[in-house]
């Protein structure tokens, strides 16, 4: 008779709750295994000291006129199907661990899927896998980032913006994150699973539920909130802000660019907004320049990793070679005009952009620069000249002179 | 009793406790607010009227207001890794970057930023976590001209050929001739309105390498001048 003493390789382990299951990431392995509470109990239960009799004493504490032989049974298997997985070893008195057969379970609520595109940039990305866990209609909420199937079995995660259970099936609207948008209404019918975590590089992170939107406010309540209104902004960064003061924002009207988190960006939706040009979900570790921002290869030298930028203005870039482009960036969002100085360097800007909203301009290294207002009179006398913005002719000149290097 | 707080470019509110932001009334016409991580959600709540943006600070930043001559000078006396905010200019002829790397560990910056030496505004860049603004070259050892300037010939004689930065408005003299700024101007970097006469206009505009604004040609005045 063999006495085993199961060991958990908990060093490679990353446990998150789901809902009453929690989800095991094998950093090993690099896959996710779905677990109930009691195997999550046995799980922890194999630390290399207990047999498996042992942990079948400490389960059946938790159940009433349970008989003992069945729980041993039960952790048994369980366990096989642990080390089948390589969540365990079994160490053991003696070296039979041939005997352990392991089994394969084939109708797995977890669902992993690869990301193409940039509709949910940065929450996720190309290259990407979101983990899917199948839900029910009850386990749904705005703010979820659901799989979905569409018509032709394509495969599309995008966030809920709104669930409609007066129809049967209910039907749920999503939209990608980084349009303004939304997707047509599909049934519920349609939807793979709720993304719980997202596996990037290797390395997974799991998707928090989002917190309860609160439920309708008394009239005599609404009166003693004050709500504040934004408007005429170029950026609305809310990314520090709360979904309950998300909430609160009476009204948002002629902004450029607004920036949520992705523990936020579910509040967005309730929102009344107007002429909001594009929302973004960025977590708070992307930098984020306005203004018509000049970055210079002499920072290589200096930086610790490349950088993660969303510019929303002008960006330029002029100074770079594209070698210098592929390094210094990791992921680059620019909400305006681009500008670099080659046709590589532009090539090379394609290759790492998530969005250029406005195109990209290839213009001299060294040149005058006047944005905004300009005029051109006969007394020029530096060119090239970059101009950005609205570029009058005195009436001294007439006419802008052949030749000279104007960029508009 | 409830306050109204209304034009004033920078409120900073950092200090202000949750209740006392609770009690304001209405926040207008203010141009950047400041506010904690502890009272940021209770100003949220607060009504307002035309405020352009809010920064929040967090209790392990340093907070810097106005024009920064960012050197040595300036960075020996910060301790070592420290969170920099500043809203206003910031203004580089050239630091230590190794002072720098031991000093601030991470920047933010409300305003531009004016550059002459490019290795240190590479290392700034590096630890640039929050731009709003631009990033622009400008001369070494510039004058520089902050707030509104009436440039007179007497104000143009002053800077014997010397390269200019400019941030604030420039009224141009109608006694000036777009050849005086020519030759009393070797280069500016500018981002602010000018006004005057368009030829005396198109004149500041060819010695300027870099600029962000908008211009104001003054007509009556260049007919005046023009009569005289």
Known sequence: ?408 | MQTIIRDVPILDLREVSIDAISMLKLVENVKTVVVSTENVEAFMKVPRVNQRSHIIVHPDESLFIGQIEFNDSFLSKLPENTKVVILGHLLMDGFSTSLFNERVQGLRVYGQIFYADKRSAGALLARLERLQGQLLRMQPNAVRWIGEINLTPSKLGSLAGQPVIGIGPINIDPGLTPEDIKSGISSMVHIGEISGPEESICALFSVCDRRLGTYVVKAEVAERAAVA
Request: glycine fraction near 6%; proline fraction near 5%; charge should be negative.
């Open chain 1, 1 to 408: 008779m063999t006495t085993y003493y199961p060991l958990c390789a908990f060093e490679n382990l990353q446990v998150e709750e789901a809902g009453v299951e929690v989800i095991v990431f094998d950093s090993k392995t690099k896959t996710f295994h779905l677990l109930n509470t009691t195997a999550h109990s046995i799980l922890k239960a194999c630390n290399g000291q207990n047999t498996i009799t042992d942990i079948a004493a400490i389960i059946s504490n938790g159940f009433e006129a349970e008989d003992f032989d069945s729980v041993v049974a039960d952790v048994t298997e369980t366990i096989k199907s642990f080390e089948s997985k390589g969540l365990l070893w079994l160490g053991a008195d003696e070296a039979q661990l041939s005997s352990i057969e392991a089994d394969h379970p084939s109708d797995s609520p977890l669902t992993a899927i690869a990301v193409e595109g940039s509709s949910m940039f940065p929450v996720l990305i190309s290259g990407d896998k979101v983990l899917a866990k199948r839900s029910s209609l009850e386990d749904l909420k705005i703010g979820d980032i659901v799989v979905l199937s569409d018509q032709s079995h394509n495969h599309v995660a995008h966030r809920i913006i709104s669930i409609d259970t007066s129809s049967t099936p209910a039907q749920i609207t999503t939209k990608g994150d980084v349009y303004y948008a939304a997707d047509a209404p599909v049934g519920i019918d349609r939807v793979v699973g709720k993304v719980v975590a997202v596996q990037r590089e290797g390395e997974p992170r799991w998707i928090k539920d989002h917190e309860s939107s609160p439920g309708p406010r008394h009239s005599s309540e609404e009166k003693q909130i004050r709500k504040p209104s934004y408007k005429g902004l170029q950026v609305l960064d809310l990314r520090e802000v709360s979904v309950e003061s998300i909430q609160n924002i009476e009204s948002v009207d002629g902004v450029g660019v607004v920036l949520l988190s992705p523990e936020n960006a579910h509040a967005w939706s309730s929102v009344p907004a107007t002429n909001v040009k594009t929302t973004y979900t960025a977590p708070k570790e992307y930098r984020v320049y306005t203004g018509q921002p000049e970055i210079l290869p002499e920072m290589l030298e200096f930086l610790a990793a490349p950088l993660r930028l969303i510019v929303c203005g002008q960006l330029f870039l002029t100074g770079f070679d594209s070698q210098q482009i592929l390094e210094s960036f990791k992921e680059l969002i620019v909400i305006g005009q681009l500008y670099v100085s080659s046709a590589e360097a532009k090539s090379a800007v394609e290759s790492i952009a998530n969005i250029i909203d406005g195109g990209i301009s290839i213009v001299p290294d060294e040149h005058v620069r006047w944005l905004g207002e300009s005029i051109l009179g006969p007394e020029i006398q530096k060119a090239p000249i970059v101009a950005v913005g609205k570029l009058a002719v005195a009436a001294g000149l007439g006419e802008i002179p052949q030749g000279l290097a104007l960029f508009r």
